[in-house]
């Protein structure tokens, strides 16, 4: 079953423009985590938040996390063609990696 | 640091065939999943393993599915006898001890038809 879910499904910007991402799930968490895949490659870990945590920053990329509405955010600033992929929010409830349905991210240059 | 190594990177076979992937983890990586990721969707946890232990299998179709971790390194997924519905892109990742930060090989991609 899927534990996270993503909004919007898909995303459509102009390069330069911000991405933002939504993430909701259902269980406590010991940390939540972004992915990014390409088209027809395997997933690469962006970044890792902890649940005692609320922002973190990697680059170009910020997460945040609110656990009391269990949900989590993923922003790419100043986006570029190149991030066009599907990105992944996935939980760690318990010892397991549960992953959510994904957001199409396509950057328009 | 080499990578998740997966073989093969595609199939395709008939409905009611057999078919096994491979999977070799990074060197030390004590935890093993595979997943099976149909089009349009994330990916679903099939099994995972610590070392040669199963952690979860709980979404594996036992009827037709198996997996096993040999010596707590490479592992093998099957399916026996396959259905339409696993077409789909089969995932290997793994993740060392004290962080799930799981990498993943370039996946299978199987067609039944």
């Known amino acids: 079953s899927q534990q996270g879910e993503e909004d919007p499904q898909a995303l459509s910007i102009q390069e330069g423009e911000n991405a933002t991402m939504n993430c909701s799930y259902k269980?406590?968490?010991?940390?939540l985590q972004w992915y990014r895949q390409n088209s027809g490659r395997g997933l690469v870990h962006l970044i890792l938040i902890r649940s005692n945590e609320r922002e973190k920053h990697s680059g170009r990329l910020r997460v945040t996390l609110d656990t009391s509405k269990k949900s989590s955010s993923l922003l790419i600033t100043a986006s570029r063609a190149a991030d066009t992929a599907s990105y992944f929010c996935a939980t760690v409830p318990g010892n397991k990696l549960v992953f959510g349905a994904g957001t199409i991210l396509r950057v328009k240059s | 640091e080499a990578g998740v190594a997966q073989s093969p990177r595609y199939k395709i076979i008939e409905k009611r065939q057999s078919v096994a992937f491979w999977c070799n983890p990074i060197s030390g990586h004590a935890t093993l999943y595979w997943y099976q990721q149909i089009l349009g969707q994330g990916p679903k946890l099939l099994i995972q393993?610590?070392?040669?232990?199963?952690?979860?299998d709980s979404q594996l179709p036992k009827d037709r599915f198996s997996a096993e971790r040999l010596k707590g390194v490479d592992s093998t997924l099957k399916i026996q006898p396959a259905k339409l519905e696993d077409s789909a892109v089969y995932l290997c990742?793994?993740?060392?001890?004290?962080?799930?930060?799981?990498?993943f090989g370039q996946g299978t991609r199987l067609t039944v038809v």
């Open positions: 990742a793994s993740s060392s001890t004290g962080t799930s930060q799981a990498f």
């Open positions: 393993f610590q070392n040669n232990g199963v952690v979860d």
């Open positions: 269980t406590s968490i010991n940390n």
